[in-house]
């Protein structure tokens, strides 16, 4: 998925791009942690603090994406996947016993 914004965190004299919005940001724009994933906003439940900048990118990506009608879908599984027993050869037991079989 791609990312539209980064929050910034600050971890002591350091500024760098954390891994998603604290739940205190998104409650300071009135947004639950499930809506803002369905926006395609990075969540970061662990992160307790809050920032202002974090907070006003926030609420400009939530006026952009009014405008636009931004929504993000899930992802569709592309492949079923493989239910029951595995077939001969998928697994090494298996694909010993397609050897010896072939063998004889």
């Known amino acids: ?14 500024v760098r791009e954390g891994k998603g919005f ?3 940001e998104l409650n300071e724009v ?3 942690a499930v809506k803002a ?3 395609g906003i990075p969540v970061d439940t662990r992160r307790g603090t809050s920032h202002e900048e974090n907070v006003e990118t926030l609420k400009e990506f939530l ?3 009014k405008n ?3 929504k993000v879908e899930k992802p569709k599984m592309v492949d079923k996947p493989i239910r029951g ?3 001969r050869g998928k697994t090494s037991a298996g694909q010993r016993m397609r050897y010896l079989s072939r063998k004889k």
Request: zero cysteines; a negative charge.
């Open 1 to 14: 998925m791609v990312r539209f914004i980064t929050p910034i965190v600050e971890s002591g004299d350091r």
């Open 85 to 87: 027993r595995a077939f």
């Open 63 to 65: 006026k952009d994406a």
């Open 22 to 24: 604290s739940l205190a």
């Open 68 to 70: 636009l009608d931004i």
């Open 37 to 39: 994933q369905s926006l």
């Open 30 to 32: 009135e947004l639950s």
